[in-house]
């Protein structure tokens, strides 16, 4: 009961050790992941900014330089009063909407610029808040919503307190004063460049509208080519504006060239490799310390199954067979059989203890450190004669054939396994082999470095499933699970390494329902 518990906590502990490795080494990984990333973003975020402040004075001062020529254009003395305002010099540029002179009377453009006339009539938000500012540059602006109050003698919305010198709208306007200087604006789409006028039935405004977006497209090419997504806009709610003096605002976007890229990664990739090599390493440790636990546990509890079972048999029979002779019952015909079989479980009780102790040696380091060396023919054919003897006593017909060649060779070898192996593979013929004529066929040849040794049966051959496994401690056949044959498993796996063990190998070389091939390869001695 102890030792159950013991395993119990064992088992916990394990697996409490293992979720808490790959916990970490998962963790380790997600943070080694976002390693780079996170610098890619600070180093982005620093390009942005440094890029960003190289362009800044080379679109302000463009910026500025297309806004002043457009002010020049308007001259310093606005034509107030003139009914065919002509057309500036040198035009308008591409991002300019129109030029316009706003009258507290009426609302004049350049000849040939009627539509533009007619988009300002029809857009009493703008004109309403051209007109506003032209008395007020820090009015809000117009909302359509609101009450005006309108001056009874102009019939004109008032904005503010101001004085109007001529009340008579029938005389002629006149300039009362020097132009203010420019100043610019904007409600949502539009951007005005405007300066207030004193006339003499009150303020007037000159300027013109600007295309925000085409001004842009003549600033763009002068922004640093590393701001991919660099664009120029109005500012948002609370973003601080950085193209005085309009609201504009040149935003270095999230797509930026880093020059040193290759050299940041070549950088990183040691540490990084090293990061996940360190968490992959750590979880297949710990899968393998557990998958080492299952299988060890695994292999106890087959081993307790296939030895316990193995012990009973000859046990059960030694027990029955002794107490019929004790009681002395039996006819005289039947003592001589229940002797021999006394003497075939016995020795079948010592193999399977010569085969356990042996796997139990052989797991904790090499089995035997002798080796025996002599001519090939001298050291085999006893061995194999001994073979053919236990062979022919359970019925089987047993051929050997040696190479002619093999009297020429020495071999240095451990006699004792060699013999263990050959026994190991006898006994297999004789649980599985269920022919009539049972024959095994041995052939001794010699290959380029080694001596091959072929073990062939008439059996019905392995299946498909059993021969990826035949090598495998305590794998058994369905017969041997089942009951219908005695075995532990063991034999083919012992003698599998045993065969390493003294320098060679055992291999299965075919299987059919012709019969079954083991070839055992010996290295040549000197």
Not at 218 to 236: Q, W
Request: aromatic share 6%; proline share 7%; hydrophobic share 40%.
């Amino acid at each position: 009961m102890e030792g159950v518990l013991m395993k119990k906590k064992l088992g916990i502990i394990l697996i409490l050790f293992s979720l808490l490795a790959v916990g970490a080494a998962l963790w380790q990984m997600f943070q080694t992941a976002r390693l780079e990333e996170e610098l890619r973003a600070i180093d982005s975020k620093s390009q942005a900014a440094r890029l960003l402040e190289l362009s800044l004075p080379r679109v302000q001062a463009e910026m500025n330089s297309l806004l002043h020529t457009e002010q020049a254009k308007l001259g310093k003395y606005p034509p107030i009063g003139q009914v065919n305002l002509p057309m500036p010099p040198g035009g308008k540029a591409d991002f300019n909407c129109g030029f316009f002179l706003l009258t507290p009377t009426m609302i004049q453009a350049p000849v040939g610029e009627e539509g533009f006339v007619a988009l300002l009539e029809s857009s009493p938000l703008l004109t309403n808040t051209i007109r506003r500012k032209a008395y007020n540059p820090s009015a809000p602006p117009y909302d359509p919503s609101e009450k005006s109050t309108f001056d009874p003698r102009t019939q004109l919305p008032v904005f503010g307190v101001y004085e109007v010198p001529e009340t008579d709208p029938e005389k002629p306007i006149r300039r009362t004063g020097e132009p203010g200087p420019f100043f610019f604006w904007h409600y949502k789409d539009n951007l005005v460049c405007m300066r207030s006028i004193p006339t003499s039935h009150g303020a007037a405004a000159e300027g013109f509208v600007i295309d925000a977006k085409k001004l842009a497209s003549h600033l763009m090419p002068l922004v640093e080519p590393g701001l991919h997504a660099a664009e120029i806009d109005f500012a948002r709610k609370g973003e601080p504006e950085n193209l005085a003096p309009l609201p504009l605002v040149l935003r270095s976007g999230d797509q930026v060239d880093l020059p040193d890229t290759d050299e940041r990664r070549r950088a990183l990739r040691g540490p990084v490799i090293s990061a996940w090599l360190i968490s992959l390493l750590s979880i297949i440790i710990v899968f393998a310390i557990l998958a080492f636990y299952a299988r060890m546990e695994q292999r106890r509890a087959d081993f307790v199954s296939a030895v316990t079972h193995e012990l009973r048999t000859p046990l059960t029979s030694f027990r029955l067979y002794a107490d019929m002779l004790k009681t002395g019952s039996l006819p005289d015909d039947k003592v001589q059989e229940y002797h021999d079989t006394l003497s075939r479980e016995s020795a079948r009780l010592s193999h399977l203890v010569e085969n356990v102790l042996s796997y139990a040696r052989l797991t904790r380091g090499p089995l035997r450190g002798r080796k025996d060396t002599g001519s090939c023919t001298e050291m085999l054919s006893p061995l194999l004669e001994k073979i053919s003897s236990r062979l022919r006593e359970a019925g089987f017909s047993v051929s050997i054939k040696l190479d002619q060649r093999l009297s020429l060779l020495r071999l240095r070898t451990d006699l004792i396994s060699l013999e263990q192996i050959l026994i190991n593979l006898a006994d297999n013929a004789i649980k599985y082999v269920e022919s009539d004529a049972p024959v095994v066929s041995i052939q001794v040849i010699q290959t380029h470095r080694y001596l091959a040794l072929r073990f062939t049966d008439n059996g019905s051959g392995i299946s498909p499933a059993m021969q990826k496994r035949i090598f495998r401690p305590f794998s058994r056949s369905q017969e041997a699970l089942d009951g219908r044959k005695p075995g532990t498993g063991l034999g083919l796996a012992l003698s599998h390494d045993l065969a390493r063990s003294i320098g060679g190998s055992l291999t299965l070389e075919r299987s059919s329902p012709s019969g079954t091939t083991f070839l055992l390869s010996l290295p040549i001695g000197e």
